[in-house]
């Protein structure tokens, strides 16, 4: 399995900015379809955003769509999530996921291989 390791997170106010990133290792990185998830206390993971194994196409969840924008860096082997006018109901802790052989298009938590081990994002009104 791909190794992940997010970064990134922190405490923000409503409004502001935040890029997550996630270095991924361990298997060549074309051969995944990459995502992120979050999850609040009390609340299953959800879906936040994929992007195929060649970057050409993307998924958002609506909640975050417009808002955030997810990219890949194949140099670097890294997934990045672009956070942008940051709400209080985007406090939770992302994930990063990989998906071999992924088309970018999976929003399930049970279609993803590999996760990280997550970054808390705080959003402060």
Request: proline share 2%; net charge positive.
């Amino acid at each position: 399995q791909v190794q992940l390791v997010e970064s990134g997170g922190g405490l923000v106010q409503a409004g502001g900015s935040l890029r997550l990133s996630c270095a991924a290792s361990g298997r060549p990185f074309s051969n995944y379809a990459m995502g992120w998830f979050r999850q609040s206390p009390g609340k299953e993971r959800e879906f936040v955003a994929a992007i195929s194994r060649i970057g050409s196409s993307t998924n958002y969840a609506d909640s975050v769509k417009g808002r955030f924008t997810i990219s890949r860096d194949y140099a670097k082997t890294t997934v990045y999530l672009q956070m942008n006018s940051l709400k209080p109901e985007d406090t939770a802790v992302y994930y990063c996921a990989a998906q071999l052989w992924g088309v970018g298009r999976s929003v399930m938590v049970s279609e993803y291989d590999s996760w990280g081990q997550g970054t808390q994002v705080t959003v402060s009104s």
